[in-house]
């Protein structure tokens, strides 16, 4: 009786739950993709109170009591229970032991946060943003503290996007990624230039999203379930059980940035797709498990499947078919090479595959050291150039092309950053498991077929939705722990082939 | 202390519930307009959840006491202050008088109401429908014993559209509206039939919708604050104070259908925008007051304004240089007299100006019968049949073009028809007081300047939001109480010069 009760209680938690962060999430989508410009207050007034209600609920007395007596009754039996029982145990300590003055505190700091960085960065000038950041900062390690942790407080905050992963881990994966990486820049910078100005063409948008929309239904991309728009930033985000939104931008100088970051946020709406099933649907075990997981579907898609050289063999005839005059005298090997180009820039939106794990390598150490304390705040400029030339051998000209460029410190995403990169180390080592495992894959994208490994990835993955821990989640798929040197062999190889050395 | 402190739980309730119902209407908008298909069982269990949420909290003992401490008090001061008690009491008595389980079953019934409605519609089976019907019709007569009535059951129904409005009250403007109606039809069967062939010609999409938003820019429609996008039903809907959407649909076979309707929902927008203002922003009064006054401001500038020689006068030459072909050898004349051709048809979406009040009072006999008990549902496609023929002159070929052709009574809107031609009557009587004061409106138009009517509809009507009755707001603004006369006298003098007799 206790047992069903109990378990009841947090069933309907759970749904309730659910349903309160998709309708949050479509207001969001909804602000990025459809709202007129005056509505931003009202959206914001919205949205604060069903966050509200979902930090109510997360931290209410029934929550408490219904997993205490699972807990100790030791009543979760699957794999699935447990899960639940791990996610929100820890949602549930966050939310009782974080006092809502903090909440608010926070909130508050990251509003005002990004609003200065607006115009800090339009103004090229961190001075106006430093104060703010100060705040952030401090907050956070208030955050830290109050949630607490073990070893460093950085670890606190990393658990927010990617449970169970801690600093000593990271740096044991980021120093050998780090030293490789600048090799092999060394080493692609002695190589001859790479030619992509034909990217740089006028490339009509109408035939863009028809050839995206193409490659997504071939991905697996169920539009019955999810749907594509344009937003000013891409991005994935899920409404409801069977509703995932992905949008794109087609205004970019090159025609390859929207068409690589359908691929990406594809992968992403595959990940949540199959992460809601019959299994876990509407519940929180129906959605990725953590941010780096993510990051390696949407990576996986777009940089090792979707600038590969097989994929292009099935592809680039129909892409010159729809773009005869912008493609004319290039081969599908100048293709494959222009959209493979590496080269030190300031930007890491548009990095290039190599350099964008030293983008975040940079970013990972810095706000590593605002948390700990051994940087200020005041010293975070000169810290990111002298890290910017060490790393990419380039200093910014200015904040606005360096310490001031993302949003994400602004908006208080402290320990966001190094999911990126570990997507890159787990998109590799699962893409070689899925070989290892399907040996004539490369072969199926050079004849158009990705629907063989969609599926792979759906079984071996995306179906398991939150059930394990990513870490879990990898040793069942490849028998081994999260390892770089999956990722790095994979840089040397194919760059070696693209750079001709 | 005691004045402050219920005023305070009010207003901090008021101010939740306009949230609420803010993020179910863009659930509801995003369902229209944005959501893969298979969204639909989320999409309902979010919208379940936040109606959960409204009828909660409008029938909390912390509202109870709240209004009765006021009234009791006397602390209602101004008009604003007494709106509020006004619109409050009566949805806090609703709610508590009406059990849950009475929602539940109403809700229940109008879902598989509709669904069976769909399938009925296109098997042109009113029997597939009927068990359906009898059931929304029981459980309405059920729901206004349990709110309570004045003289007919089927005023309780009424209310909940127009408050204030009543049974006696619309047989007294229906029943000379319905006789000149017919009368004004005798006199349109006599002339000339018109040409309007070239309306049905192609016209590309794009360029439609360009004209459309140049009318709403010139009408005064916001786009900082509200936006128009396609959906397959031209709705209007406020999803924030200040985010207001409007949708419009161009793939149909006459172009007068998306141009018009675009204006239409214009008119319900400018409503909703200029009802959310310094003062009523955010509260239960920043919105339009009823069902009639909205459907009043809707039509008058659909019909009256937008279907006017003068405002073709203007207009016209600019909308021919867009589709020059399409209207070749067309006169503004030969235009203005295709946009207004009168014809009993079996469709109302479809219905022009004059006959659409027959199509209405038709609906509404049948569902006052039907709510009062003199009608069995079974009876309900004879009763129609006949009606349309006594009112229109045609009986529909089968239910589809007949009793089954509205979504509204599968859904429960009943008491709903009537608002559609109460608005002709409100709107015909406001547009005279316009006129009256404002004599060179008509020339205002002939040159293209809308602005003057808005800014007058604006401080007349639109800025009052819900703080008067749709009575008294008309009183204010007219000095008389509704009276079908002025729209009457409207309608011959226009359709005596379109017939030319």
Redesign the interface.
Known sequence: MEKESSWDILYQIDK?LV??E??AA??EW?EET??????I???S??IS??KG?IHDLKSSAEMGAALSAIEEGKLAVTDAQRALIRIYRKEYDDAVKVPKSLILQLSDAESKGQNAWVFARKNNNFKEFEPYLEKIIELKRVYADTVGYIDHPYNALLNHYEPGMTVARIDALFTPLKHEVVSLMDKIRACETIDDSFLYKKYPKEKQDRFGREILHDMGFD?????M?EAVHPFTTT???????ITTRYDEPSVSSPLFSTIHEGGHGLYELGASNSKTR?TALGEGVSMAIHESQSRLWENIIGRSDAFWTHYFPIFKRLFPEQLEGISKESFVRGVNKVESSFIRVNADEVTYNLHIIMRYELEKQLIEGSLAVKDLPEAWNTLSEEYLGIIPDGPQNGVLQDIHWSAGLIGYFPTYALGNLYGAQIYHELVKQVPETVTQFSEGNLNDASLWLNREVYLKGSIYTPEDLLKMITGQELDSSYFIEYLWSKYKAIYKW
Do not use: K, S
């Open positions: 309730e349903l309160l998709q309708t479509l207001l909804d459809q709202m007129p410009p005056d509505g207050d009202g959206r007034e919205q109170l069903l209600y539009f019955q379930r999810a749907q728009c409404v409801g059980a069977d509703d995932v939104r509407g």
